[in-house]
């Protein structure tokens, strides 16, 4: 299984950046999408997922200016990010989770939000 993540880069606070997330290979049962974020300096922490079934789960810091969605057809996730903040600069990760419980990752984009 590959994820190819893309969409990031430099945006002023107050700007909005769109992530997409393609998944790929031998998938046979998708259970849930999601993405995580490093900061520099800082441990890997949960952004936003989303279950086959469409229910959603934000971290606290991202609720009310993130909207993450999927299309099950095309095994893609997205990360609609708004009201940027500098805070939220970080490299972003793709997440995928089976049924069976294997988890992979995808390569990671920047995301750099300047004041």
């Known amino acids: 299984v590959q994820l190819q993540a893309s969409g990031g880069g430099l945006v002023q606070a107050g700007g909005s950046l769109r992530l997409s997330c393609v998944a790929s290979?031998?998938?046979?049962?998708?259970?849930?999408m999601g993405w995580y974020r490093r900061a520099p300096g800082k441990q890997r922490e949960l952004v936003a997922v989303?279950?086959?079934?469409?229910?959603?789960n934000y971290a606290d810091s991202v609720k009310g200016r993130f909207t993450i969605s999927r299309d099950n057809a095309k095994n893609t996730v997205f990360l609609e990010m708004n009201s940027l903040k500098p805070e939220d600069t970080a490299v972003y990760y793709c997440n995928l989770l089976t049924l069976s419980g294997n988890r992979y990752w995808g390569q990671g984009t920047q995301v750099t939000v300047s004041s």
């Open positions: 989303i279950a086959r079934g469409g229910s959603t």
């Open positions: 290979g031998s998938i046979f049962s998708i259970n849930a």
